[in-house]
């Protein structure tokens, strides 16, 4: 119960602080930075969709191998493999849906700035942007989970050498 209720409360802080940066920056840029900050945001989705499916698929064996011969990031892989439910839970659920939902109202800004900027129908252009970001999201998780699934250790390895800057896990 506690890491739902921790879980909770981390995705409401998350989810004001990228809609703050989507809703501070987008109205205030042109068109084709408001489509590149689109475009971070459903990549942060794919991406942590990618890590989340992919510690979940992951072998813990070769990481102890790894920690054995004091490979950085072996014992954060260990961690995180050791973690599944929650690092997917917090990869999936919180960053991946936070960034669909941001990228969602996100679009809604950038299909807004074109109608302003080119005079079309904002209707026609909203269909549009949610459309194209809807299948972005959802194909770009396709694709994802599918190469997360194949090189799973390889994903859980780098992410752990990034990790492994900022946190060290006890020896166990």
Known sequence: MGWVLAITIMAFFISIIFSFISESILPNVPVLIGVIVLIVFILIG???DMIGVAVTAADEKPFHSMSAQKVRGARVAITLKR???KVGSFCNDVIGDICGIISGSA?????LSL???FG????ILSL???GLTAAFTIGGKAL???VAIAKANMILYECSKVIS???RPKRS
């Open 46 to 48: 794919v991406l942590f």
């Open 83 to 85: 973690n599944a439910d």
């Open 107 to 111: 679009g809604v800004m950038v299909a």
């Open 115 to 117: 109608s302003e900027s």
């Open 120 to 123: 079309v129908e904002q209707v």
């Open 128 to 130: 549009l942007v949610t």
């Open 144 to 146: 994802g989970k599918g």
């Open 165 to 167: 800057y900022f946190y």
